[in-house]
């Protein structure tokens, strides 16, 4: 499955470790760059891809897609959010899962910084689930 944000490898590098089979994706050649090189000190060749997640077009299907480091949430303006999501389920095989993860300031909505924790399961017309997690 692709990771979108490669970045340093901090995530790529552990799960090949650990015997996934990941691809690195980023729009960054700095950081794909970085991650290539993390990766070979590790004996490791990854498999990255210079795209952004918004424009993604891999010959492909993946059982899982993630969007990791805040990444997601840097997509602008609405429609290439709309249409990141489209390309994504696209290049996922039936019964694929797409994990976005996101940053939320919570400090910032609480005076107290305590929170409660957030669970909930949307399902689509599809029956297709969207699984929200604090």
Same mark, same amino acid.
């Given at each position: 499955f692709?990771?979108?944000d490669? =970045?340093?490898? /901090?995530? @790529?590098?552990p799960l090949l470790q650990n015997g996934f089979d990941i691809e690195g994706l980023d729009? &960054? &050649?700095h950081m794909l760059n970085q991650? +290539? +090189?993390s990766a070979e000190k590790e004996g490791l060749n990854p498999v990255l891809y210079k795209q952004s997640i918004d424009k993604i077009s891999i010959n492909k299907k993946y059982d899982m897609i993630m969007i990791v480091g =805040?990444? $997601?949430q840097l997509i602008y303006p609405r429609k290439n959010v709309i249409k990141a999501l489209q390309l994504v389920k696209r290049h996922l095989k039936e019964g694929g /899962? @797409? @994990?976005i993860d996101? $940053?939320?300031p919570w400090e910032f909505f609480y005076e107290d910084g305590e929170k409660e924790e957030f669970r909930h399961i949307v399902k689509?017309? &599809? =029956?297709e689930e969207i699984f929200l997690q604090d």
């Open positions: 692709p990771s979108h490669s =970045g340093s490898g /901090r995530l @790529l590098i729009a &960054s &050649s991650s +290539r +090189r =805040g990444s $997601f /899962r @797409l @994990l996101t $940053f939320i689509n017309e &599809s =029956g």
